[in-house]
């Protein structure tokens, strides 16, 4: 708590939310470069460069940050293929690693994203699938950029949670991303710039977006426990691993469970004859695949149809299917309805609950 870099963070962040209350476009960005210009005066408490930080490393940052500009050079591991370690075991180890753990950041992020959309633009993604518009072009450009990311010697490429800010900046176009990326270029060659941005500028960044995405909670239904609790697990599991893949993982491993015990138990309900397999799977089934198992429902004639809004003989018969008391003796002005409640309208007067 005595630490000046936390408080300059502190106040940092309680600028970028004060701006964005006032609705000040790139109020993120202002907020970084505050706290940023203040870390690079030297000899202070908070400073981030120089031999006195009180962060480890600052002379060392201090001289790379003399250079202002560098060309990058990926000369050592562009290409740097090595294929000899194959047949061993820790390779395979980190392959599929890396890759449960892309998918699950690059899906859990963009559908995120999409959902944040959402909010802003009605209907933008569909309720019943949950997919959005193009969204395999969004997978596919994240995959295109793992493997050229790989091909230069590059960690695992993802999209990033922090795209929640330029939605909400307005950004809902191609435009934006190829804008970002022309950024990412020019930030190629000011590296050492960039490098000296303290970690406690950006990470007030990322405590709003976090609470930007908070919105989405609203989409959980909270009064079942079988999304409530997964929902749960996820949410708490992410900022304690410091990973979306792993709050991914446990969210869908605890939804499992649940899914399956329930399954279970239903399946032993119909064994016992307390319940019909049809009503277990319908039940038991996704949303998107309700609708193709819903009960069948019998077949009626154009002529039945139209008879039950013309004849009252009908209308009569009809309600006594219903289980409905019927009363009428040929003339139309006495025919009665009596529901099950019990409630008999006065002559004349057709029940509407039939």
């Given at each position: 708590?005595?630490?000046?870099?936390?408080?300059?963070?502190?106040?940092?962040?309680?600028?970028?939310?004060?701006?964005?209350?006032?609705?000040?476009?790139?109020?993120?960005?202002?907020?970084?470069?505050?706290?940023?210009?203040?870390?690079?005066?030297?000899?202070?408490?908070?400073?981030?460069?120089?031999?006195?930080?009180?962060?480890?490393?600052?002379?060392?940052?201090?001289?790379?940050?003399?250079?202002?500009?560098?060309?990058?050079?990926?000369?050592?591991?562009?290409?740097a293929w090595n294929f000899d370690a194959f047949h061993k075991s820790e390779l395979w180890v980190a392959l599929i690693t890396f890759l449960y753990l892309d998918f699950l950041d690059a899906t859990g992020t963009l559908f995120s994203m999409a959902s944040m959309l959402n909010h802003r633009i009605p209907g933008f993604v569909d309720e019943k699938t949950n997919a959005f518009p193009r969204q395999l072009f969004a997978f596919c450009v994240d995959g295109i950029a793992i493997v050229i990311g790989s091909l230069l010697g590059c960690a695992p490429l993802t999209v990033y949670i922090e795209?929640?800010?330029?939605?909400?900046?307005?950004?809902?176009?191609?435009?934006?991303?190829?804008?970002?990326?022309?950024?990412?270029?020019?930030?190629?060659?000011?590296?050492?710039?960039?490098?000296?941005?303290?970690?406690?500028?950006?990470?007030?960044?990322?405590?709003?977006?976090?609470?930007?995405?908070?919105?989405?909670?609203?989409?959980?239904?909270?009064?079942?426990?079988?999304?409530?609790?997964?929902?749960?697990?996820?949410?708490?599991?992410?900022?304690?691993?410091?990973?979306?893949?792993?709050?991914?993982?446990?969210?869908?491993?605890?939804?499992?469970?649940?899914?399956?015990?329930?399954?279970?138990?239903?399946?032993?309900?119909?064994?016992?004859?307390?319940?019909?397999?049809?009503?277990?799977?319908?039940?038991?089934?996704?949303?998107?695949?309700?609708?193709?198992?819903?009960?069948?429902?019998?077949?009626?004639?154009?002529?039945?149809?139209?008879?039950?809004?013309?004849?009252?003989?009908?209308?009569?018969?009809?309600?006594?299917?219903?289980?409905?008391?019927?009363?009428?003796?040929?003339?139309?002005?006495?025919?009665?309805?009596?529901?099950?409640?019990?409630?008999?309208?006065?002559?004349?007067?057709?029940?509407?609950?039939?």
């Amino acid at each position: 708590m005595h630490l000046a870099t936390m408080w300059l963070g502190i106040c940092g962040l309680a600028l970028m939310a004060m701006l964005m209350t006032r609705r000040v476009k790139g109020a993120i960005m202002v907020g970084i470069l505050f706290t940023t210009f203040i870390s690079w005066i030297p000899n202070h408490a908070a400073s981030f460069l120089g031999a006195n930080s009180q962060v480890p490393g600052g002379a060392d940052r201090y001289e790379f940050f003399k250079n202002v500009v560098s060309v990058p050079d990926a000369s050592k591991t562009t290409l740097a293929w090595n294929f000899d370690a194959f047949h061993k075991s820790e390779l395979w180890v980190a392959l599929i690693t890396f890759l449960y753990l892309d998918f699950l950041d690059a899906t859990g992020t963009l559908f995120s994203m999409a959902s944040m959309l959402n909010h802003r633009i009605p209907g933008f993604v569909d309720e019943k699938t949950n997919a959005f518009p193009r969204q395999l072009f969004a997978f596919c450009v994240d995959g295109i950029a793992i493997v050229i990311g790989s091909l230069l010697g590059c960690a695992p490429l993802t999209v990033y949670i922090e795209s929640a800010s330029g939605i909400r900046e307005g950004g809902r176009t191609g435009i934006t991303a190829l804008v970002v990326a022309l950024g990412f270029f020019i930030s190629l060659f000011f590296t050492p710039l960039i490098a000296s941005i303290p970690p406690f500028a950006t990470g007030p960044a990322l405590v709003l977006v976090g609470a930007m995405m908070m919105e989405n909670l609203i989409d959980i239904d909270w009064a079942d426990v079988r999304h409530a609790v997964p929902a749960f697990i996820t949410i708490v599991t992410m900022p304690m691993t410091y990973s979306i893949a792993y709050g991914v993982i446990a969210g869908c491993c605890s939804y499992m469970v649940l899914y399956l015990g329930n399954f279970l138990l239903d399946l032993i309900g119909v064994a016992f004859g307390k319940s019909d397999l049809h009503t277990v799977l319908y039940n038991n089934c996704p949303d998107a695949f309700q609708d193709k198992m819903k009960m069948p429902v019998p077949f009626k004639s154009p002529s039945a149809v139209l008879q039950s809004h013309v004849n009252p003989e009908h209308a009569a018969h009809q309600a006594a299917v219903d289980a409905k008391e019927v009363s009428y003796d040929g003339d139309d002005d006495n025919l009665r309805f009596n529901d099950n409640m019990g409630h008999l309208p006065s002559k004349g007067v057709v029940n509407n609950n039939v």
